[in-house]
């Protein structure tokens, strides 16, 4: 039998509690916990001492890592991650869980849809992007692409790398099609691909439940020569962002206040209390 | 029935069994009177695999795009269903905007419900094998490496295959009827 470990465990255990529970109608697919674990090693060894952005990341990924390493349970790390995503439950569950813990030196979160323009203030700064978008099963990965144009916009002229985690089953003709309109996509903006990790994670995903994805990495082989400027996504483009006749519709998520964060909805039980006591 | 099963058609694939204590002859029959009073029918349904406005909606839109009309075909089989006989009060097409449920059509212990026309009640076998998964993470894959374990219902486009299928490949279907705009909604 495999060796279990404990305090990585209950460690991504905190990280799992943390997560909102997942919007499937805006592909939230949540990743297994010992992919989590495993990703979060990944991540800490390919992206180590970088800046990285994460555009997107309902699994947790970024967080997940962080928390590792800071409670000594990763060698390597990230030197700073922030996460853009446009659930403002997933932005502020990073902000609560790094303050809880004290390590918002080295996360941060804010809100963002990928539809508009990347703000300056986000425009070439990083070493590296990581993002699990929606896996654009029916719109020829249209979805995959706004995804990795943004963190490509967000990462540096030279020495840019990037981590693309998408579907990829051999027998899944969409999960190959798409895999290479990405890769053809990124040698277009000068990123090559740099190491291919076939089938390695699992999700929460009923319908499919032995879909997996791949870690796709690619890095920028050519520098990034003169101005670029970050653009509105046009209409068409996000027309299928989650499928045939599933347009993009939502600008935000926002997150409803709560006292109770974390724990049960107040409306899915009912206290029955003993005779006489209230 | 041979005019419906024609390569390319849009179906939705449904077992069905006892629902919210109810037997399926009883919800049959009541279903029927709801399409005399109401002119359509709110067929109750829960699980993940046919959200309706990520799968049953787009499927429906995109065959209507092509003129094609989706029709629920469903299988009876023996089951427990054993949640509440809650009624729904309310329905919404985007989840967002409720109204209160027409006049006549009564659904229980379900969170979304399929809008469709008169039910036939006829019996053929469908092939699993003849079915490509047209919605979602599995599209392209065949009806027999979806239709497994909990997965019980699923968006499909028919294309003959000329293998003989296996026994077990063959599902009988009871009943059937066309969808109607706006094809799925949520309920509460
Ligand atoms: C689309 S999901 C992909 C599946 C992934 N395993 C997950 O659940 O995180 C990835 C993240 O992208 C975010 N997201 C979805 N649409 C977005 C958009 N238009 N702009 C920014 N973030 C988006 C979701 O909130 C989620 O956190």
């Known amino acids: 039998m495999a060796m279990l470990n404990r305090e990585i465990m209950n460690a991504v255990s905190d990280i799992i509690m943390n997560r909102p529970l997942p919007i499937r109608e805006v592909d939230q697919i949540y990743m297994k916990a010992g992919d989590l674990a495993l990703q979060s090693f990944f991540i800490g060894q390919r992206f180590r001492d970088l800046d990285v952005v994460f555009i997107g990341d309902g699994d947790a990924v970024a967080l997940s890592t962080m928390y590792l390493f800071h409670c000594d349970l990763l060698d390597v790390a990230p030197k700073s991650i922030h996460l853009l995503d446009f659930d403002e439950r997933i932005v502020n569950s990073v902000i609560r869980f790094a303050d809880k813990y004290r390590f918002t030196n080295r996360i941060s979160a804010s809100l963002y849809n990928v539809i508009d323009p990347l703000p300056s203030t986000h425009q070439r700064r990083y070493d590296a992007f990581y993002t699990n978008p929606p896996w654009g099963a029916s719109n020829e990965g249209e979805s995959v692409k706004a995804f990795v144009e943004r963190g490509i916009q967000a990462t540096r002229d030279h020495n840019a790398q990037g981590a693309i985690v998408i579907g990829d089953d051999p027998a899944l003709v969409w999960t190959q099609e798409v895999l290479h309109v990405i890769q053809e996509a990124s040698l277009g903006e000068d990123f090559i691909v740099s190491e291919m990790v076939p089938a390695v994670h699992n999700y929460h995903l009923d319908d499919a439940p032995h879909l997996r994805s791949c870690n796709c990495l690619v890095r920028r082989a050519r520098q990034r020569t003169g101005t670029y400027s970050s653009e509105a996504l046009s209409p068409d483009r996000y027309a299928r962002f989650y499928g045939r006749n599933n347009p993009l519709r939502i600008r935000y998520i926002r997150e409803e206040l709560s006292l109770n964060v974390g724990r049960a909805v107040d409306q899915t039980y009912k206290l029955e209390f003993l005779e006489g006591k209230s | ?188």
């Not at chain 2, 019996?123 to 699993?128: G, I, S, T, V």
């Open chain 2, 1 to 188: 029935m041979i005019r419906i099963l024609t390569n390319g058609a849009g179906l939705i694939f449904m077992k069905i069994g006892i629902h919210a204590q109810e037997g399926v002859e009883d919800i049959i029959a009541r279903k029927k009177r709801e399409y005399e009073q109401a002119g359509m029918i709110f067929w109750g349904y829960g699980g993940n695999t046919c959200h309706p406005t990520t799968f049953i909606q787009p499927f429906a839109k995109t065959q209507a795009e092509h003129q094609a009309q989706v029709f629920l075909m469903m299988h009876k089989m023996t089951s427990n269903h054993n949640a509440d006989p809650v009624s729904a009060k309310q329905y919404s097409e985007d989840g967002i905007e409720w109204k209160p449920i027409p006049e006549g059509i009564q659904v229980v212990g379900s969170r979304y419900a399929m809008v469709i026309g008169n039910l036939t009640e006829e019996q053929f076998d469908l092939n699993l094998r003849n079915l490509v998964v047209a919605m979602g993470p599995k599209r392209g894959a065949l009806g027999t490496d979806y239709i497994q374990g909990h997965v019980d219902k699923g968006c499909f486009e028919y294309h003959e295959r000329a293998e003989t299928p296996e026994e077990t490949e063959l599902k009988h279907i009871d009943l059937y009827s066309p969808l109607k705009p706006p094809y799925a909604v949520f309920l509460k």
